[in-house]
């Protein structure tokens, strides 16, 4: 960004700041729903808080469907547009060009008196085929548009866009992004100045890496690879770029950000195992003699194992897809990608248990050996192998010989392909390995996750001492490797404050490089009467309860199965739920109500398959897959209510007329290095039955089966916190997940989710690398499509009384001054209208209707309360909490959340202050 740029920006500014300022009345945004009477609206599965409204003394901003978003001026004289900046186009008309929005939100994230803060997120270009997949465009995550509105009350703009880019620091770069100036008044829309997108192509900075040990070798490499070029200060056009040390070849580095890290010497390079490559030279491999041969060497620290067969660490190969029939569960699915098959060359990787792996194509068939133990994630190892012409192949870790095998023949040389560091031959994709369903599980670019460094190539064979020597004389004095842990972000610990916001979780570099968000792509409520998170991270992208010790409760989404199980003509090829959607394509999530009283949660979401198919899309007028709008009503106490609208979505896998969708299972999540007995208690789950009795389920010899009648289940996570969950009546939840249960742990554990990046539905974990979820059980129909979650300290028995505080509320007697629609279970709330300044009436509680922590929602009251619980005022010690919030039509109304219980008649009063 110039000077002058700056200065324009900073002059902006503080004349806002100088500007009169206007009455709240006339300053304030909203979300609501917005229909025109156009036919597509009639069609429209969107939620009450579809749009967004901008109130101004100028007139108003309606951010609308019908424009994908783009914002509209509208004001006594007319309307106008903002300035279509990026060009889009998609599968939809010129003006509203993602058809129905698929791509497209808008989200509300600062309203007060001095400033409303929009963001719109878009896919500027793409088009949509059969069961609106993708078919060209970019949806990917560098094809993305966010914009921020920044208004002011003497309507004055800021709008800022930030264009999705292939390298993540050019998206970080503060000049890469085209920034408006604008003035609003009641005429039209003026551009006072803007300024467009640069580079800056800053300098990289040096790391502090380890000592360069440059040890002495009896027989020198032909090829070698030290990655030391993070120990120094390197220029924009160098940032992605790593030498080869003998020839001095420049080796490109793929992926979204080059990350150096201190290495066995000096420095090293990080690989996401997604997209990093670096890119060598075609090695010649020499005619060999009867004693010929050649070695490869590398350090390596794995940060989390192989997702298909092998991954790699270095390679001269070209490979071949396993298609074939598809035999599973005693039926042929057809030809489908089962595998793969080194056809040419030579591979050095590691498997997917974590057992170093070198496989050589032998006369145009793989030879192949396997480490029978796997290194370890996060600490550096040493991994080599020789091959001896027509004769041996071996393979070393740390020094030592692991294995070897005999064979006849010569290798069969790749000669046309580069050598290639981290990732995988790109000719073709990879499967993952040990799925639920091979044919939900579909071929994708994958490569190694970890750090790498000096990498060797020897063009005659390195013996067993040559190896053990420069194993000795290389091994760094510490073996722990400089990659960040893979922690879940649970934000955990006790916050001064209740309440949401926005932020931007952090998990671990190597997958956060690969996401091109702003600052506000995740929510986290904290409370402060307990130590609990409840977190909307894009990773899990279902909302996770979080104890004290970032123990995770994260729930099922509506889940719809693939047309295969019930052996229909077409449909979707995997489970279609959120978690297929793991780039968070079609999620969002915002903040809707953030007051002292309570926090209300919007989580929209596309229930899609692995492939990015939408099911049903082909059943509504407008192409309308299944999506669903989630508000999570959550209260001080630590409680809230997740109400859940499928828009009548419907699952017609199962039966042609269709049948209900369903959206609960009760989940917990492991982070990499844990497996589900390190997070869960063995008695793990506790289900109060509608008669109050107490079943309490264990795991501790086997995994129990079974449907139970339940009002409410206590989840004993490994925590002071336990989270649980309330039922309405009639409930009956199913512990099922024995059949998906594999050796590996007590309990069902797959690793396809969550922040796992490859199209698979079912992956079952068979080591701890990575972030695993577990079941314990489902409950299918839910009467009002609701269910309360919460964090309770105490006995499983101490929800009854919550339990039936929401499913038999007391009755509102003796009302005056106020006309009630009683009590709304999706809110945990009374709804009450009041008519003037003053409100009475009697909650009628009972042992069987009892009063916890009442809610209250009063409409038409904009102002605080004083607030009388028979007969005396209350409110010290945060016992009464209140929030002023604004409805769908924009008015405002008071919510008030008290800190009561009773099981007897309580006389409650509100007086305006």
């Avoid at 270009?125 to 002011?152: A, K, M, R, W």
């Avoid at 007391?810 to 009041?834: C, F, H, N, W």
Wanted: proline letters at 5%; one cysteine or more.
């Amino acid at each position: 960004m110039s000077r002058t740029s700056a200065f324009i920006i900073i002059l902006f500014i503080f004349q806002h700041c100088l500007a009169e300022k206007t009455n709240d009345s006339d300053f304030y945004a909203y979300y609501t729903k917005v229909n025109y009477g156009e036919p597509w609206e009639r069609h429209s599965l969107t939620s009450k808080y579809a749009d967004l409204i901008i109130k101004l003394p100028q007139g108003e901003v309606i951010f609308h469907r019908a424009s994908s978003y783009l914002p509209k001026l509208v004001t006594k004289v007319g309307k106008w547009d903002f300035d279509e900046v990026v060009e889009r186009s998609g599968d939809g008309s010129d003006i509203r060009p993602d058809k129905n929005n698929i791509y497209s939100y808008v989200r509300l994230i600062e309203n007060n008196s001095d400033s409303i803060v929009v963001h719109w997120r878009y896919f500027p270009q793409f088009t949509l085929g059969s069961h609106s997949v993708p078919t060209s465009g970019n949806v990917d995550f560098d094809g993305v548009v966010h914009e921020y509105f920044i208004f002011f009350p003497d309507g004055k703009v800021r709008r800022i866009i930030r264009e999705g880019t292939k390298k993540l620091n050019d998206w970080q770069d503060p000049a890469n992004r085209t920034v408006q100036h604008i003035h609003l008044n009641k005429n039209g829309i003026n551009v006072i100045q803007s300024s467009l997108p640069s580079l800056s192509k800053r300098v990289e900075e040096k790391i502090k890496g380890t000592f360069i040990n440059r040890i002495e070798r009896d027989i020198k490499p032909a090829y070698s690879w030290h990655f030391d070029e993070g120990l120094e200060q390197r220029g924009y056009e160098k940032a992605d770029i790593t030498y080869e040390e003998v020839s001095k070849y420049i080796s490109g580095i793929s992926g979204p950000k080059t990350v150096w890290k201190a290495g066995v010497s000096g420095s090293a390079l990080a690989f996401d195992g997604y997209n990093s490559k670096v890119k060598g030279p075609i090695v010649k491999l020499p005619k060999f003699g009867d004693d010929g041969g050649f070695s490869v060497e590398a350090w390596v620290a794995p940060g989390a194992y192989s997702i298909c067969k092998w991954t790699a660490i270095a390679h001269q190969s070209k490979w071949e897809a396993d298609v074939r029939e598809n035999i599973f569960q005693q039926r042929n699915w057809g030809k489908m990608q089962l595998g793969e098959r080194l056809k040419k060359g030579y591979f050095l990787g590691i498997d997917e248990f974590g057992r170093p792996t070198v496989i050589i194509a032998i006369d145009n068939s793989p030879i192949i050996v396997t480490s029978t133990e796997a290194i370890p994630i996060n600490k550096w190892s040493h991994v080599a192998f020789t091959y001896v012409n027509e004769g041996m192949l071996y393979l070393y870790v740390n020094g030592e010989l692991i294995d070897f095998v005999n064979f006849s023949g010569h290798v069969t040389p790749a000669d046309n392909n580069n050598f290639v560091i981290g990732k995988n031959d790109e000719s073709i994709g990879y499967v993952s390995q040990h799925v639920v369903r091979t044919y939900s599980t579909f071929p994708s670019p994958l490569g190694f996750d970890g750090l790498i460094d000096e990498v060797n190539v020897y063009q005659e064979p390195l013996w067993h001492k040559n190896i053990q020597a420069l194993y000795q004389t290389s091994r760094p004095e510490e073996l722990d490797a400089d990659l960040q842990s893979r922690i879940l972000p649970g934000a955990v610990g006790q916050a001064l404050e209740f309440g949401a916001s926005y932020t931007h979780l952090k998990y671990h570099e190597l997958w956060d490089n690969i996401w091109r968000e702003p600052e506000h792509p995740d929510i986290v409520v904290k409370f402060d009467l307990m130590p609990t998170s409840v977190v909307f991270w894009r990773g899990s992208r279902s909302p996770g309860w979080v104890t004290e010790t970032n123990k995770w409760i994260s729930d099922q989404s509506a889940e719809l199965t693939d047309w295969h199980w019930d052996n229909k003509n077409e449909g979707a090829e995997s489970c279609s739920e959120h978690m297929s959607d793991y780039q968070g394509r079609h999620s969002h999530v915002r903040i809707i109500e953030n007051t002292d009283a309570r926090v209300v949660i919007h989580w929209r979401y596309a229930s899609v398959d692995v492939l990015y198919k939408h099911p049903n899309a082909c059943r509504n007028p407008e192409d309308w897959g299944v999506w669903t709008d989630e508000y999570l009503t959550i209260y001080p106490d630590g409680v809230g209510v997740r109400l859940v609208d499928m828009h009548e979505g419907q699952d017609f896998y199962h039966s042609d007329e269709g049948s209900e969708i369903g959206f609960h299972d009760t989940q917990f999540l492991s982070e990499a290095g844990t497996k589900p007995e390190d997070n869960i208690n063995l008695k793990s789950l506790t289900i109060v039955s509608s008669e109050d009795k107490i079943t309490e389920l264990d795991w501790s010899e086997s995994h129990p089966d079974g449907t139970f009648d339940a009002q409410a289940i206590w989840i004993n996570l490994k925590s002071d916190y336990k989270v649980f969950e309330i039922f309405p009546p009639k409930a009956d939840i199913y512990v099922w997940a024995s059949e998906e249960k594999t050796s590996y742990s007590k309990y069902s554990a797959w690793n396809h989710y969550p922040v796992t990046q490859a199209p698979c539905d079912g992956r079952f974990s068979m080591v701890s690398d990575r972030v695993s979820h577990s079941a314990l059980g489902a409950v299918n129909k839910l009467p009002g499509n609701m269910l309360i979650y919460g964090f309770t300290n105490k006995a499983a028995k101490s929800l009854i009384p919550l339990a039936r505080s929401w499913n038999f509320a007391p009755d509102v007697i003796k009302l005056k001054g106020g006309e009630s629609s009683g009590y709304d279970k999706s809110q945990r709330a009374y709804q009450i209208a009041t008519k003037d300044d003053k409100l009475s009436f009697v909650l009628d509680a009972s042992k069987n209707s009892p009063l916890v922590n009442p809610s209250f929602v009063l409409a038409g009251w904009d102002s605080k309360t004083k607030v009388k619980v028979d007969g005396a005022y209350i409110g010290a010690d945060k016992k009464i909490r209140q929030g002023l919030v604004r409805d769908t039509n924009g008015e405002l109304q008071l919510v008030v959340w008290m800190e009561l219980t009773s099981e007897q008649p309580v006389e409650i009063s509100f007086v305006k202050e």
